[in-house]
């Protein structure tokens, strides 16, 4: 199916565990992005990538690497996950710069539960 | 530095009562402004954006670059409009940040 997607949905696994959160995209847009849903902090932008191969840091980066070898994919990985990266995760994607194409399609979220 | 303030964290409304969410920003320039709407168990989905001027589901949000706000305001509410809302500001090619979130409740 056309869209955004992401896995797992859901995710629960042990402090110092690794974790990859994947994201796809099948409308080859150029801008994707990882937000993490927390509350009373709402959503704040962890990585984003402009293109494959070019990726930046957002607000809260830190316990996160991501990679963009191809331009459909956008995978998030927790290197060791702690209790405080507990949270709901989405991805995102945007076709390009701001203005009639600045609308961020977000997949369904994956939860992660980190014990 | 681009910021984001929605001062209500829930926000609970009878039927067919006004509505009105707050935001507002604080950005040196023109920035570029949104509501996201989070329905439960769906996707975040944009409702509307200041360069249009559209009205959504009865929704609009007005520029007011002198309060830097972009309050949205529905004249009368429905139950189908109980959702998370959130502003969001960007300029160029900059990611979108956004507010921390209002969630609305529409009271039958």
């Known amino acids: 199916d056309a869209g955004i997607t992401q896995s797992p949905r859901y995710k629960i696994t042990e402090t110092g565990r690794q974790v990859t959160l994947m994201c796809h995209q099948t409308?080859?847009?150029?801008?994707m992005f990882w937000y993490r849903q927390d509350l009373g902090h709402g959503l704040r932008l962890i990585y984003y990538s402009a293109a494959a191969d070019i990726t930046d840091k957002g607000e809260v980066p830190d316990g996160y690497v991501v990679s963009r070898s191809k331009t459909e994919n956008f995978p998030l990985t927790l290197e060791s996950a702690t209790r405080s990266q507990t949270s709901v995760y989405f991805c995102?994607?945007?076709?390009?710069?701001?203005?009639?194409?600045?609308?961020?399609?977000f997949g369904e979220g994956s939860r992660l539960t980190v014990l | 530095a681009q910021r984001v303030t929605q001062p209500e964290k829930l926000l609970s409304v009878f039927k067919g009562a006004p509505v009105e969410l707050k935001c507002n920003y604080s950005y040196s320039g023109s920035p570029e402004l949104f509501w996201y709407v989070q329905y439960s168990r769906q996707r975040l989905q944009l409702l509307l954006r200041h360069i249009s001027r559209e009205s959504i589901k009865g929704f609009t949000a007005d520029l007011n670059k002198g309060e830097t706000s972009f309050h949205l305001k529905k004249p009368f509410a429905q139950e189908e409009d109980s959702a998370m809302y959130y502003c969001?500001?960007?300029?160029?090619?900059?990611?979108?940040?956004f507010g921390k979130g209002t969630r609305l409740s529409v009271i039958a």
């Open positions: 969001a500001l960007s300029k160029g090619n900059t990611p979108l940040v």
């Open positions: 995102a994607s945007r076709a390009g710069p701001i203005g009639d194409t600045g609308e961020l399609f």
């Open positions: 409308w080859s847009h150029s801008y």
